[in-house]
């Protein structure tokens, strides 16, 4: 399994808190099956330190070989999304995912901002795959799923996490994750761990119940097929989402 969000640098944003819990991340993630994640803290234009985080990046990938671990970390970023963040990925304050052409992005939780669409119009532009995170916890979203939909048809790639599809993040989020990869608008499950406590890197129970919920394969897909593609920067096949069905309210008739 390869896990393609996770926060898992030691003392860098709201992730592992120091070395000692990322070691402790690696061996939960491994001994849950997990073979490579790749590390995305989080980037807000102005704040960060990339450089920094590439070599504590190098740092930790030799100290899990000194160690004889097999798991592998790679470099990528969550990147909070601007009206110019194209510009940002082009002048390499941040990074995509592994170096691909996928770029990881993110909204806050409560609204999607007014120029999110030219702003993930412009990045494609730029030759960037743009992929929506955790859609599944956005308020806006969740009343609106219909935006998922345009998202995916203006061709974006969605991901949403594990710990939403097994319940930790709450009973209304677990049902509009099953619902989103009923709706073929699911193209990778990562698991988003923060720590070793609540949000930890653990995949396997999200890959079995997307099986449940999608069908035999999709768990594979979704958590293995599509992020292995993603690492070596070949073309991700989205398929075609079924759009949400809203219902008419009694007074929209007149």
């Not at 960060?48 to 790679?74: C, D, Q, T, Y």
């Not at 999608?214 to 989402?241: F, S, T, Y």
């Amino acid at each position: 399994m390869i896990d393609i969000h996770c926060h898992i640098i030691y003392d860098t944003d709201d992730g592992a808190g120091d070395l000692r819990e990322t070691m402790e991340m690696c061996e939960i993630a491994e001994q849950d099956g997990i073979s490579t994640i790749i590390a995305t803290p989080h980037y807000i234009h102005g704040e960060g330190n990339n450089e920094k985080v590439s070599e504590k990046i190098e740092l930790l990938n030799e100290e899990l070989k000194r160690n004889s671990r097999a798991l592998r970390i790679l470099q990528g970023n969550e990147i909070y999304l601007a009206r110019n963040s194209y510009e940002h990925l082009l002048n390499n304050e941040c990074f995509t995912l592994n170096n691909s052409r996928y770029a990881l992005v993110e909204f806050s939780m409560t609204d999607v901002p007014d120029f999110a669409f030219d702003a993930l119009y412009n990045m494609q532009v730029k030759g960037y795959v743009p992929i929506i995170a955790h859609p599944e916890r956005n308020y806006r979203i969740l009343h609106q799923p219909n935006l998922v939909y345009d998202f995916m048809k203006e061709g974006c790639l969605v991901q949403i996490n594990s710990t939403s599809l097994t319940g930790l993040s709450g009973k209304e989020i677990k049902s509009f994750s099953e619902t989103l990869i009923k709706h073929n608008m699911v193209h990778f499950i990562a698991s988003d761990a923060h720590s070793v406590r609540n949000r930890k890197p653990v995949l396997s129970k999200a890959l079995d119940l997307a099986d449940f919920i999608g069908g035999d394969g999709v768990g594979q897909r979704l958590i293995c097929k599509n992020p292995k593609a993603l690492i070596e920067n070949k073309i991700i096949k989205a398929g075609e989402p079924i759009k949400f069905k809203t219902r008419k309210r009694f007074f929209d008739i007149f």
